[in-house]
């Protein structure tokens, strides 16, 4: 069903009613932007000294996190709902966040006035607002950004959303004749179970995509937590949510000056996971680069993408090199395979990144630097430390296998080579199994003997188990892992924590089991009080351990 000419003031209620998401998106971070621009060839601000422009920002969550760690940047949120701005501007207040204004103001408003900003952000925006509003955007991003700024834009995409159209067209007719945001919403999620339970996933194609599309919802309940169903609302029921093809896209942007850098989740950009033969053929048939996105995302019925634009004036290489690497900060979560073979050996190492990811090499420097990243984690190295540390590791097990009868093989250039060239595809590979930052990590290595919650984390922390961690990324709480960071104030030892927590075990708001538990059983007897007492110690140590695996304990060295 088409739409009628969005009406604004319309859409301002809407968000009014049903407010946007209060959270943070992690691929809009500037620490991963910035380092994504280096690869590519540009020299963007660095991160802890720039100006950000959140367009579309809601209640701000999303800079608030960022302004929070890095005082001497300045952030700027603008949007259309006053009632989501002035909530912004109240929560700054209340947390003495000092670098960040917010705005109720109309795209068009946005002018020289605003100065240029390094990276602006419009998360969630360019396909829910009207054409004309889409002009304005891009308008905005070449006027307002820097020189040597970057610009992100999220939006829905063709071809995969046709198929979300034909769901969001249902929902539309379903809620009709209703105009209060909570009935519609409450209709819509009951037309989807009704939907989702008249046809079974094995049935066709259609039970198949329902079974997906709720499967997506149950998702984004672990991420959303409360606000799931304003999620449903702008997606499903907004007035306007115009999705695009690739290509059309990245012409609206040549007309305004803009070009291309890259995806924000960079392996997005690299045919992987095709079958033999795919990307050869999409080689032969895309004549530029507008082309080859687009047939990429036909392979991958794509629906969503994270783009990163800049200046059509500056220089991009989009052929990785080794020596970029140089000067970013590297890390990796990794799990050891438990047959790997020794270090200095030619054999073949798998590293376990999660999800079914693997990466495999022989090279001994390769996998001495991912072994140091893997056991440090969350540490993050530069290129210049894994090669250091990665050589120590080698010659130490050289040592232990041939003790005094073998000189140390020496490190050489091909080496050094060979090890970008691995990250560099571990990267293109998968973003996710190595990560790249443009600065320092903020996040501690070590939880410390006073560990420290970051201010923005302490804050979500009052009122939801749900969490931002200084990577940028949404974290959620156990209710053990919450009444320990809720403590993470600078101040308190793990002794302090253990005894402020033993009130809670003795009133049976914590119970400690000395072995796996499966909450969801039935208790065959009262929890052992003193037992749980006894316990504390070593669970709290378990968690300061997860809640800095997790990124959410704050550098010291990195602490305005």
Not at 79 to 89: A, F, H, K, P, Y
Not at 199 to 206: D, I, L, S, T
Request: net charge negative; with cysteine; hydrophobic share 40%.
């Amino acid at each position: 069903m088409s739409v009628d000419t969005p009406n604004p003031a319309r859409t301002s209620v809407n968000y009014d009613a049903v407010p946007y998401p209060n959270i943070t998106h992690h691929a809009t971070n500037p620490l991963r932007t910035a380092a994504l621009a280096r690869l590519m060839g540009m020299t963007p601000q660095a991160p802890d000294h720039c100006r950000v422009l959140d367009i579309g920002c809601a209640t701000g969550a999303n800079i608030l996190a960022m302004a929070a760690l890095y005082p001497a940047s300045e952030y700027v949120g603008v949007d259309l709902s006053t009632v989501q701005i002035d909530q912004g501007r109240a929560i700054a207040a209340q947390l003495g966040i000092e670098n960040i204004t917010f705005h109720a103001v109309d795209l068009a408003e946005i002018d020289a006035r605003f100065g240029h900003f390094d990276y602006i952000i419009a998360h969630g925006l360019y396909s829910w607002i009207p054409a004309g509003a889409r002009d304005e955007l891009m308008r905005v991003c070449h006027d307002n950004l820097a020189p040597n700024g970057v610009a992100y834009i999220s939006y829905n995409t063709f071809p995969g959303w046709h198929t979300f159209s034909a769901y969001r067209e249902m929902l539309l007719y379903r809620t009709q004749h209703l105009t209060e945001p909570r009935a519609r919403i409450k209709a819509a999620k009951d037309f989807f179970t009704f939907l989702h339970n008249a046809w079974p996933a094995e049935r066709n194609y259609h039970g198949a995509f329902l079974e997906g599309i709720m499967n997506q919802l149950e998702r984004d309940a672990d991420l959303l937590g409360n606000e799931r169903d304003s999620y449903l609302f702008h997606e499903y029921l907004e007035e306007v949510n115009e999705p695009v093809y690739v290509s059309q896209f990245l012409d609206h942007a040549d007309a305004y000056g803009l070009q291309y850098l890259c995806d924000a989740e960079l392996h997005l950009d690299f045919p992987n996971g095709f079958e033999p033969g795919v990307a050869d053929t999409i080689d032969a048939m895309a004549t530029n680069l507008s082309e080859y996105q687009q047939y990429m995302d036909h392979v991958r019925m794509r629906a969503f993408r994270r783009t990163l634009l800049c200046h059509k004036e500056q220089e991009i290489s989009r052929t990785l090199r080794v020596d970029r690497l140089r000067g970013l900060y590297l890390g990796a979560s990794l799990r050891k395979a438990p047959d790997a073979p020794p270090l200095h050996s030619s054999d073949r190492e798998a590293f376990d990144a999660g999800s079914g990811i693997t990466f495999t090499t022989n090279h001994p420097l390769t996998k001495a630097a991912l072994t140091l990243t893997r056991t440090r984690f969350p540490e993050t190295f530069r290129m210049e430390q894994l090669v250091q540390a990665g050589a120590a590791l080698l010659q130490e097990a050289e040592r232990a296998a041939e003790p005094a009868t073998v000189q140390p093989t020496p490190i050489g250039a091909q080496d050094v080579a060979e090890l970008g060239a691995n990250l560099l595809r571990m990267v293109t590979a998968y973003s996710s199994m190595l990560e790249v930052w443009a600065l320092p990590a903020p996040w501690a290595a070590a939880a410390g003997e006073r560990p420290r919650l970051s201010r923005w984390a302490r804050f979500e922390l009052r009122t939801s188990p749900f969490v931002t961690n200084l990577r940028h990324e949404r974290v959620r709480l156990d209710p053990l892992e919450a009444a320990v960071a809720r403590l993470l104030d600078g101040t308190h030892t793990a002794a302090d924590i253990c005894a402020a927590l033993e009130a809670d075990v003795r009133a049976g708001r914590i119970v400690l089991h000395d072995e796996p538990h499966d909450e969801s059983a039935p208790a065959a007897s009262p929890p052992d009080v003193e037992q749980g007492i006894a316990l504390l110690p070593k669970a709290v140590a378990e968690r300061l351990i997860l809640l800095t695996v997790y990124g959410l304990i704050e550098d010291g060295a990195c602490t305005p």
